[in-house]
T-cell receptor, first 114, second 113 residues
Framework: NAGVTQTPKFQVLKTGQSMTLQCAQD?????MSWYRQDPGMGLRLIHY???????DQGEVPNGYNVSRSTTEDFPLRLLSAAPSQTSVYFC?????????????FGPGTRLTVL | GENVEQHPSTLSVQEGDSAVIKCTYS??????FPWYKQELGKRPQLIID?????GEKKDQRIAVTLNKTAKHFSLHITETQPEDSAVYFC????????????FGQGTTLQVKP
C-alpha cells in the first residue's frame, strides 16, 4: 500500500492564482480530512469528508473548496490564493470503524503564496 | 465547536526524566483522544489514543490519562530518550466522526542527553 499520497510536495503561487492540491489513499478509508499547519498554531482542520459525495467544513474553511467523488481521492482547491494561505497542508484518512480510528497523514504540501 | 488547549508549548527535560503534556477540551461530546508525534520535516504519526470509557492507557514508556469530569487528558513519557525529541499534539473528536479531529497547538519536547 502507498498509504496517503499528496502532490505536489512544494508549490509557489502568486496572489490571485488558483490551484488544486491532490490527495489520494489506497486503504479504503471512509474518512478523509485536510489540515493546514502554521508555526505555533498546530494543525487546523479545513474540510473533511465522511464518505464519497459527503463533505463538511472544519475550523478554517474560507478560501478553500473540496469535493469527494470517489473513496480514494479528496482534492483541495484554492480559488484565489492569498499570502495568508502560505502554509504546510496535510491530508489524512481513517476508517470509520469505532475500534480503529487512527488518522494516517500524507507527507504534506508546502505552499508559498507571494 | 470543539476547542483544545495544550500546555506547555515547549518542554525541556534531561534524558531519563519524565515529561508530562496536558490538554483540555471544551466539547463534552468528545470521546476519542489521540496523541500524535511529529518529527522535524515529517508527517504527524499516532503514538497512543484513549476513549472516554477508559481512564488510563499505557504502551511501554508512554501513558495517557483522561479525566472526563474535568475535561482534560495528559500524555506521560517516562525514561525519556533523545529520540523522543519532537513536537507532540493532542486532539479530540467524537468517535462518531473521527474524521473531524481538533488539535491542540502542540508541545515541542527537547530531551537533552
Amino acid at each position: 500500500n502507498a498509504g496517503v499520497t499528496q502532490t505536489p510536495k512544494f508549490q509557489v503561487l502568486k496572489t490571485g492564482q488558483s490551484m488544486t492540491l491532490q490527495c489520494a489513499q489506497d486503504m479504503n478509508h471512509e474518512y478523509m480530512s485536510w489540515y493546514r499547519q502554521d508555526p505555533g498554531m498546530g494543525l487546523r482542520l479545513i474540510h473533511y469528508s465522511v464518505g464519497a459525495g459527503i463533505t463538511d467544513q472544519g475550523e478554517v474553511p474560507n478560501g478553500y473548496n473540496v469535493s469527494r467523488s470517489t473513496t480514494e481521492d479528496f482534492p483541495l482547491r484554492l480559488l484565489s490564493a492569498a499570502p495568508s494561505q502560505t502554509s504546510v497542508y496535510f491530508c489524512a484518512s481513517s476508517y470509520s470503524y469505532r475500534g480503529n480510528n487512527e488518522q494516517f497523514f500524507g507527507p504534506g504540501t508546502r505552499l508559498t503564496v507571494l | 465547536g470543539e476547542n483544545v488547549e495544550q500546555h506547555p508549548s515547549t518542554l525541556s527535560v534531561q534524558e531519563g526524566d519524565s515529561a508530562v503534556i496536558k490538554c483540555t477540551y471544551s466539547d463534552s461530546a468528545s470521546n476519542y483522544f489521540p496523541w500524535y508525534k511529529q518529527e522535524l520535516g515529517k508527517r504527524p504519526q499516532l503514538i497512543i489514543d484513549i476513549r472516554s470509557n477508559v481512564g488510563e492507557k499505557k504502551d511501554q514508556r508512554i501513558a495517557v490519562t483522561l479525566n472526563k469530569t474535568a475535561k482534560h487528558f495528559s500524555l506521560h513519557i517516562t525514561e525519556t530518550q533523545p529520540e523522543d525529541s519532537a513536537v507532540y499534539f493532542c486532539a479530540a473528536s467524537s468517535s462518531s466522526n473521527t474524521g473531524k479531529l481538533i488539535f491542540g497547538q502542540g508541545t515541542t519536547l527537547q530531551v537533552k542527553p
